[in-house]
């Protein structure tokens, strides 16, 4: 079975551009989150999508957003980009998310974001 | 607010002996936690989780302890292996929402 795959793997971009990554989660997997990764800050989570519905939210500005699409496929979206959004950008899948039996989140690579 | 914290940015131990990691929480509506493990250019991997009914989890050479009285956990390598060098994440969820993770500890086993 393939794994959760990510792409980009690599950006660069400048301040004030907008960028858009994907996110293809394990075949069966409806859940699928965002989480940014900086040193120091460990994983912040972005937002949580369910059957195409954002059912979770982190506490990052609205400059960061996402979708999800019918196959389960998703997308995360920054507009006017800032330095500070340098990072790594993880996405994970699981098979239900919030659920009375947990499951685990299965990772990407992540895209490396430079912000220029 | 960090509410999963690794203290240890980074911890060294020789090959055949114990590591161990560690993580407080702040949260006591947490009910699950997990460790993950995190190479280089690859996304974290999970590794073993622990349901707040239990104090212990065991899976080969990882076991994970939690203390709910004190808001820790900690994840135990025994007989620690080169292979194990990684970021290791724990994190934190209640009652299946949003996972919380921790600022990872750099594992370094020395053959």
């Known amino acids: 079975k393939a794994g959760v795959t990510q792409t980009p793997r690599y950006l660069i971009k400048t301040r004030g551009q907008q960028v858009t990554l994907s996110c293809s989660p394990i075949?069966?997997?409806?859940?699928v989150s965002w989480y940014q990764q900086t040193p120091g800050q460990g994983l912040q989570f972005l937002f949580e999508y369910f059957s195409e519905t954002q059912r979770n939210k982190g506490n990052f500005p609205g400059r960061f957003s996402g979708r999800q699409f019918s196959n389960s496929r998703s997308e995360m979206n920054v507009s006017t980009l800032e330095l500070g959004d340098s990072a790594l950008y993880l996405c994970?899948?699981?098979?239900?998310?919030?659920?009375?039996?947990?499951?685990?989140?299965?990772f990407g690579p992540g895209t490396r974001l430079t912000v220029l | 607010d960090q509410q999963v914290k690794q203290n240890s940015p980074s911890l060294s131990v020789q090959e055949g002996r114990i590591s161990i990691l560690n993580c407080d929480y702040t949260?006591?509506?947490?009910?699950?936690f997990l460790w993950y493990k995190k190479y280089p250019a690859e996304g974290p991997t999970f590794l073993i989780s622990?349901?707040?009914?239990?104090d212990k989890n065991e899976d080969g050479r990882f076991t994970v302890f939690l203390n709910k009285s004190a808001k820790h956990l900690s994840l135990h390598i025994v007989p620690s292996q080169p292979g194990d060098s990684a970021v290791y994440f724990c994190a934190a969820s209640a009652f299946g929402n949003q996972f919380y993770f921790g600022t990872g500890t750099s594992l370094t086993v020395i053959p």
């Open positions: 994970a899948s699981s098979t239900e998310g919030r659920t009375s039996s947990y499951n685990e989140q299965f």
């Open positions: 949260n006591s509506m947490f009910d699950y």
């Open positions: 622990i349901s707040s009914i239990k």
């Open positions: 075949s069966g997997h409806r859940s």
